[in-house]
T-cell receptor, first 113, second 107 residues
Framework: NAGVTQTPKFRVLKTGQSMTLLCAQDMNHEYMYWYRQDPGMGLRLIHY???????AKGEVPDGYNVSRLKKQNFLLGLESAAPSQTSVYFCASSYPKIGSPLHFGNGTRLTVT | RKEVEQDPGPFNVPEGATVAFNCTYS??????FFWYRQDCRKEPKLLMS???SGNEDGRFTAQLNRASQYISLLIRDSKLSDSATYLCVVSAGKSTFGDGTTLTVKP
C-alpha cells in the first residue's frame, strides 16, 4: 500500500531553472494539497485541488503552478526557480469528508542556488 | 495574529514525565482538529484526531474547548521515542497548521 508518493526526493536547481514535482496517491482521495515547510516554521499551503481538473490557490501560491489532470496525480511546477523557493515540499491527500485527516508523502527537499 | 498558535517550546522533560501542549485557533468556523507528529523534518504523521468530548489513545489524551477555541495534548509517562515536533492542525475546509511544539525526552 503505497499511500502518497512524491518524486523526486531531492533536487538541486540553479536560479531560473524549472522543474516539476510529482505527487501520486492510490487511496482514491478527492482532495490533494501542496505544502512547503521552511526551518522553524509550520507547513504553508501553496495550492490545493478538490477534484480532478480543479485547482485553487493557497496561502503562498506565487512562483508556483499546479495541475490535476488525473485524480491520482497532483503536479507542482516551478517555472523559474528562486533561492527563496529552497524548502521542503510535502504533498498530502484526503477524503472530502469533515474530520478526514491528511495523508502525507515523504517530502521533496529542494535547494535553489 | 496567526490562525493557529502553539507554544514553540522546546520542552525538555525526563523519561516518565507528563507533558501538556496547548494550541489556540482563531477561526470559530473550524470543524476538524488534529494532532500530528513530525520527526526530523520527515513528513507529518497523524497522532490523533480531537473530538469535542475529548479522547484518549494509550498515553495520549486530547481535549477540545470550542468556547475558548483551544486544543490540548497530554502525554503521560513520556518515552524517549516521544521526542518529536507536535503539530496542531485545525480545519474549516482547508487545514491550517501551527508551527509546532518541540519535545525532547531525556533519559
Amino acid at each position: 500500500n503505497a499511500g502518497v508518493t512524491q518524486t523526486p526526493k531531492f533536487r538541486v536547481l540553479k536560479t531560473g531553472q524549472s522543474m516539476t514535482l510529482l505527487c501520486a496517491q492510490d487511496m482514491n482521495h478527492e482532495y490533494m494539497y501542496w505544502y512547503r515547510q521552511d526551518p522553524g516554521m509550520g507547513l504553508r499551503l501553496i495550492h490545493y485541488s478538490v477534484g480532478e481538473g480543479t485547482t485553487a490557490k493557497g496561502e503562498v501560491p506565487d512562483g508556483y503552478n499546479v495541475s490535476r489532470l488525473k485524480k491520482q496525480n497532483f503536479l507542482l511546477g516551478l517555472e523559474s526557480a528562486a533561492p527563496s523557493q529552497t524548502s521542503v515540499y510535502f504533498c498530502a491527500s484526503s477524503y472530502p469528508k469533515i474530520g478526514s485527516p491528511l495523508h502525507f508523502g515523504n517530502g521533496t527537499r529542494l535547494t535553489v542556488t | 495574529r496567526k490562525e493557529v498558535e502553539q507554544d514553540p517550546g522546546p520542552f525538555n522533560v525526563p523519561e516518565g514525565a507528563t507533558v501538556a501542549f496547548n494550541c489556540t485557533y482563531s477561526n470559530s468556523a473550524s470543524q476538524s482538529f488534529f494532532w500530528y507528529r513530525q520527526d526530523c523534518r520527515k513528513e507529518p504523521k497523524l497522532l490523533m484526531s480531537v473530538y469535542s468530548s475529548g479522547n484518549e489513545d494509550g498515553r495520549f489524551t486530547a481535549q477540545l474547548n470550542r468556547a475558548s477555541q483551544y486544543i490540548s495534548l497530554l502525554i503521560r509517562d513520556s518515552k524517549l521515542s516521544d521526542s518529536a515536533t507536535y503539530l496542531c492542525v485545525v480545519s474549516a475546509g482547508k487545514s491550517t497548521f501551527g508551527d509546532g511544539t518541540t519535545l525532547t525526552v531525556k533519559p
